[in-house]
Each structure stands twice: as C-alpha cells, then as structure tokens.
C-alpha cells in the first residue's frame, strides 16, 4: 500500500509566487487581505469580508490541511489562499478552489501560475481535477476557462444551509499536458 498523499506540500513555489501551508496562526495576515469586499462581490457568499464570516471560512481552511497562503515570490508579502479539497481516490480526482487575491493581483499572471503549481502537483497523482465556481462568479469562470478547463455539470452547494448554484468545471491529465506542449 503506498504512503497517503500529502496534499499541502511545503515546497510548491514558482518565480511569481509561493503557497505555503496554511496555520492556525495565520488568520490576521490572511484577514489583512480577504478584508476588502470587492474581492468577495461577486462570491455566493459576499459578506466574507466581515470578520466573522471569514473566521468560519479561515476555520474550515485549516482543519482542511490541504489550504496554502499565496505569498509573491519577490516580496514575500501574503496575497490571498487557495486550497485542494474533495479527493476521491476511487474517481482518481481532487478539486481545487476557495481560491482569493488581492485586487492589486487581479488581471496578471498571478492565478494562472498559482494554479499551474497546484495542478502539476495533483496530476502526479489524479487524472482529473475539478473546480466548483459560483454561477455569479463571471470572473472566475472567465480564469478557469483560460486554463482550459471545461464545463461539465451544475450543482448546488450548501453555504452555511442556503442552497447556491455552482458550475463544475474539470481539467483532465491527458488535456493539461497536451495544452503544456503547445
């Protein structure tokens, strides 16, 4: 049997940005960023900006092990999260998502080389990686789609016992290194 997959490496790092694993210690540095509401319009859940709605959020992400901080490489400084969640080994799939950043990272590179880490890292050891994005969310249906990723399904969610329609996207192994070698 081989050894449990560690789904929060320490070493996921690029020349754009590092993901370090995510720590109970971690909450004010990470508020600091998710505290602008603009970042969350667009979320279902919009008011993530408030202290208190972030803390369940922060919460869930720790007890998770598998959430990261997105540092930029060049400065250091913390710039948003994101996290794997949902491994099915059985479907040989995991998702990937609750992902944020600060305005000032918005519109560049920074998610799709964040995202590139994290998918090279999971398809060592799944085929398919799925992401679940809010149906109000045009901007990150917008940055998936540019990674090439396709929408498979509509589902809804629970977000703290309201039902919210989510569009499930999914990249495939075979897809991601095909688009690598173009």
């Known amino acids: 049997m081989s050894p449990p997959i560690n789904w929060q490496p320490d070493f996921l ?3 754009t940005v590092r993901l370090k694993p995510l720590g109970p210690n971690d909450f004010e540095i990470l508020y600091a960023v ?8 667009q979320h279902p859940s919009s008011d993530r ?5 972030f803390q369940l959020f922060f919460d869930g992400a720790v ?25 099915k080994p059985e479907n040989s799939s995991i998702s ?17 080389v964040c995202k590139k880490l994290l998918l090279d890292y999971a398809f060592q050891y799944v085929e398919q990686v799925y992401f679940h994005i809010g149906a109000n969310n045009m901007r990150s249906q917008l940055a998936i789609q540019k990674l090439g990723a396709k929408k498979v399904a509509k ?6 016992g309201n039902k919210v329609l989510h569009f499930e996207y999914v990249i495939t192994k075979q897809g991601w290194l095909e688009r690598l070698t173009y």
């Open 34 to 41: 998710a505290s602008d509401p603009l970042i969350w319009e």
């Open 49 to 53: 900006y408030r202290r208190e709605v």
């Open 155 to 160: 589902v809804d969610f629970d977000h703290y």
């Open 63 to 87: 007890s998770s092990q598998t959430a990261f901080l997105i540092l930029d490489s060049q400065s250091n400084q913390v710039i948003g999260s994101t996290r794997f969640y949902d491994f």
């Open 96 to 112: 990937i998502g609750f992902t944020f950043l600060s305005r000032a990272y918005w519109g560049g590179k920074t998610n799709a």
């Open 13 to 15: 790092e690029n020349e």
